[in-house]
């Protein structure tokens, strides 16, 4: 089974940055999609990024989009999550996935990272 390791996080001010980085312990499937999600306090898990095996589609949330980036490194099977200028928020755990289609929907995500905690104070 495949094991997904999250580094990276923890406590950030108004308008600075954190970057999260997950690890595969192996490739899930040929052409897999990373996705990163965040939950907050009292909500539901929502999507944040993901990203295409080639990096050729890549979408954002709206209320991430121009701050966070995500990009991949398939040939360390890893991905990671830059984020800027961050907001109050953005405080959540944080979670990468991996999916082995399109990664459409978060049920299409099998292999979790262990999550890891980010905190944005003023």
């Known amino acids: 089974q495949v094991q997904v390791v999250q580094s990276g996080g923890g406590l950030a001010q108004v308008g600075g940055s954190l970057r999260l980085s997950c690890a595969a312990s192996?490739?899930?499937?040929?052409?897999?999609?990373w996705g990163w999600f965040r939950q907050a306090p009292g909500k539901e898990r929502e999507a944040v990024a993901s990203?295409?095996?080639?990096?050729?589609?890549?979408a954002y949330s709206d209320s991430v989009k121009g701050r966070f980036t995500i990009s991949r490194d398939n040939a360390a099977n890893t991905v990671y999550l830059q984020m800027n200028s961050l907001k109050s928020e953005d405080t959540a755990v944080y979670y990468c996935?991996?999916?082995?289609?399109?990664?459409?929907?978060?049920?299409?995500?099998?292999?979790w990272g262990q999550g890891t905690q980010v905190t944005v104070s003023s």
């Open positions: 996935a991996t999916a082995p289609g399109m990664g459409y929907n978060i049920d299409e995500y099998d292999n």
């Open positions: 192996a490739r899930p499937s040929p052409a897999f999609v």
């Open positions: 990203i295409s095996w080639s990096g050729g589609n890549i």
